[in-house]
């Protein structure tokens, strides 16, 4: 059972930027695939960020593209999601999610085993 805890959220204004952590209570933590996804009130999950077990291979969405930077420290337990030039429409509650390395589709929140609970980022114009 991986434990995750996310931390770094907050208000900020529009161009403004934030760093989010997720913390992993679990040793094998550096074997999982890891994500970022948000959910904005009335919508679904919403993929943003992966990172590969080894750090080697990211995937964004092309919302995020250019602006966030997905990161991990295996020695630490941890994966970074570094948003800058902040938008509005980044509101939303942001959450760090574990993926078993083999199958599935790392932009799919499905296929992630566990979940954090959150944290908000709250974006004003």
């Known amino acids: 059972q991986v434990q995750l805890v996310e931390s770094g959220g907050g208000l900020v204004q529009a161009g403004g930027s934030l760093r989010l952590s997720c913390a992993a209570s679990?040793?094998?933590?550096?074997?999982?695939?890891m994500g970022w996804f948000r959910q904005a009130p009335g919508k679904e999950h919403e993929f943003v960020a992966a990172?590969?077990?080894?750090?080697?291979?990211?995937q964004y969405a092309d919302s995020v593209k250019d602006r966030f930077t997905i990161s991990r420290d295996n020695v630490k337990n941890t994966v970074y999601l570094q948003m800058n030039s902040l938008k509005p429409e980044d509101t939303a509650r942001y959450y760090c999610?574990?993926?078993?390395?083999?199958?599935?589709?790392?932009?799919?929140?499905?296929?992630?085993?566990?979940w954090g609970q959150g944290t908000q980022v709250t974006v004003s114009s």
């Open positions: 999610a574990a993926k078993r390395p083999q199958g599935g589709d790392r932009s799919r929140s499905r296929d992630y085993a566990y």
């Open positions: 990172i590969s077990w080894s750090g080697g291979s990211t």
């Open positions: 679990e040793r094998t933590f550096s074997t999982y695939t």
